[in-house]
């Protein structure tokens, strides 16, 4: 008997499980409905912000959509209940689907504050928040007009809008009400240098400075208020204040919720062994980092675990730590990589050493927290391409020298954990090695695009990508190696 799986969600980590899914399911025992509330295929959501900046179209974001015929994928169609005893959802076009298993993975929702002139229903004409490909096809074509934004949020998707919309012309603004910009990777000196930064890109700043309100003249947005008693002029306001786990149909169907969903490390619902939640939605009991990494991750896990794959789900090494804490920037003209150990409210541990320089005037600041010889975080501003260095120095987890200062000063002292070697990790998101790209481009693969196809490496945050023409620029100098073909 074929076992019915429901998964809700059509986003990058509802995506990614079906297609997990058929990889792992030799025997071809699941038969897989999927529900999608946005009428489009999956995209990659963390690309927003670069269709916002006009570095990418909307058509180069889009992500793979599991074809087979044991799976049907309804666009378009929402889940609105869940009946536990009759194992089914509900559907907004008034059908059930019955269940053997269910999947959540609804994702998460802008968060929007709470403030006079944004209370009720729909949004003020010129108010978005940057959650789906709609709403950055919306602020690009907004950006064509307007004169002056506010961007209410200096986190990493407020940065990056706010670049993005520098780099269209427009004047900006971004408000944060801590002191520090980025605080959960920045502390106060790095944040500093990338006020600096955002200084050069003429992007103007309020911290450590409430919204208290909006003024609205019709229905279009023409000020925010702050507690300062300013009003900034805007004729865009983008709000970027963070995000809430999606947990309605969840809670609904009385199914443990706080922030997230609980779930237990092996993903099932503490209130139901049917019903598992992924990607944002879900609250592990190792807390949730909000990046697609960790979701992709329990997406593999997940499939392994269901279909009883031992090839489905690559263990990290133990020592080696996860990618799942790496943010990178993607704004213009700034640039900002952290890892691990960092941020405001890190607390210094038994044994830690930090090794820090900071160069204000030339945009630069790095910082490196060590523990046992090995790089447990860094942050760093201005780095350039030894961020690209350090990245895989952590992520390989290898020893530091016995002076780490020499891994600021010569490149010869990151030894092998830099060079091409089969197991480098290049695309942290999706955990491929060099070996997998170099096989892939020697039995054919001659771009980017062909090479994510292959093996999914910069389909997830981007920042391999530069990685990925480097391995491609060196194969083409080459002879190719005639191999078995080794990607999925």
Same mark, same amino acid.
Request: aromatic share 2%; hydrophobic share 40%; glycine share 10%.
């Given at each position: ?10 986003g ?23 529900f ?12 927003l912000?670069?269709v ?6 909307v058509a ?11 799976v ?10 869940i009946?536990?005893e ?11 689907t019955?269940?053997?298993?269910l ?17 009720g ?22 950006s064509l007009?307007?004169?002056n934004a ?5 986190g990493v ?19 944060h ?5 980025m605080?959960?990777q ?9 006020r600096a930064?955002l200084?050069?890109?003429?992007i103007?700043?309020?911290v ?5 309100g909006?003024?609205? $003249? ?12 300013e ?7 983008v ?8 947990t309605?149909?969840?809670a $609904?169907?009385?199914l ?5 969903i609980?779930v ?12 598992f939640?992924i990607?944002?939605? &879900? ?19 997940? $499939? ?27 704004a ?18 038994p ?22 010889d090995?790089?447990?975080g860094?942050?760093l501003v201005?780095?350039g ?8 120095t ?5 020893l ?5 200062l020499?891994l ?6 990151f030894?092998s954990s830099t060079?091409d070697? &089969?197991?480098?990790l290049?695309?942290?998101c999706?955990d ?9 481009i020697?039995h ?8 994510a ?7 997830g945050?981007?920042s ?5 023409? &480097?391995l491609? &620029?060196?194969r083409?100098h080459?002879p ?9």
């Amino acid at each position: 008997r074929m076992t019915r799986l429901v998964i809700v969600g059509n986003g990058m980590v509802g995506s990614r499980f079906a297609l997990d899914l058929l990889a792992a399911d030799d025997p071809g025992r699941f038969e897989v409905d999927q529900f999608g509330a946005e009428d489009c295929r999956p995209y990659n959501r963390v690309l927003l912000s670069d269709v916002v900046s006009g570095a990418r179209d909307v058509a180069s974001i889009g992500l793979p959509q599991a074809e087979h015929p044991r799976v049907r994928v309804h666009q378009g169609c929402t889940v609105v209940g869940i009946d536990r005893e009759d194992r089914a959802v509900l559907r907004s076009d008034g059908l059930r689907t019955r269940y053997d298993l269910l999947v959540l993975a609804t994702g998460s929702a802008a968060r929007l504050p709470d403030l006079p002139g944004l209370a009720g229903g729909d949004l003020p004409r010129g108010v978005k928040a940057l959650r789906t490909i709609d709403d950055a096809r919306a602020i690009a074509a907004a950006s064509l007009n307007a004169r002056n934004a506010v961007v209410l949020g200096a986190g990493v998707l407020g940065l990056e809008v706010a670049c993005g919309l520098r780099r269209r012309g427009v004047c900006a603004t971004v408000v944060h009400p801590r002191h520090t910009l980025m605080e959960r990777q920045l502390d106060a000196d790095s944040s500093a240098v990338v006020r600096a930064t955002l200084d050069d890109l003429a992007i103007d700043q309020r911290v450590g400075v409430n919204a208290t309100g909006i003024d609205v $003249a019709g229905d279009r947005v023409t000020g925010v208020r702050l507690d300062s008693g300013e009003v900034l002029p805007c004729d865009l306001l983008v709000i970027a204040v963070g995000t809430l786990p999606d947990t309605r149909l969840a809670a $609904a169907a009385g199914l443990g919720v706080d922030r997230g969903i609980r779930v237990t490390d092996t993903l099932v619902t503490t209130h139901d062994r049917r019903i598992f939640a992924i990607g944002d939605c &879900a609250q592990p009991p190792e807390g949730s980092s909000g990046l697609v990494a960790q979701g992709w991750s329990q997406s593999r896990r997940l $499939a392994a675990r269901l279909t009883e794959s031992t090839n489905a789900f690559r263990e990290r090494p133990r020592g080696v730590p996860s990618p799942d804490d790496v943010v990178r920037l993607k704004a213009p003209g700034l640039d900002v990589v952290t890892m691990g150990i960092c941020g405001s409210r890190r607390a210094d541990e038994p044994g830690q050493r930090t090794l820090r320089l900071s160069d204000p005037g030339a945009g630069r600041h790095i910082e490196l927290v060590i523990t046992d010889d090995r790089l447990a975080g860094a942050t760093l501003v201005g780095a350039g391409p030894l961020a690209a260095q350090l990245l895989t120095t952590y992520t390989q987890g290898g020893l530091l020298p016995r002076d780490p200062l020499l891994l600021l000063l010569d490149r010869a002292a990151f030894g092998s954990s830099t060079e091409d070697t &089969a197991d480098r990790l290049v695309c942290r998101c999706n955990d491929v090695r060099a070996g997998e790209i170099t096989d892939c481009i020697d039995h054919g693969a001659t771009t980017v695009d062909t090479v994510a196809a292959a093996t999914r490496a910069t389909t997830g945050c981007g920042s391999c990508r530069e990685d990925v023409c &480097a391995l491609l &620029a060196a194969r083409r100098h080459t002879p190719p190696v005639l191999t078995p073909a080794k990607h999925p």
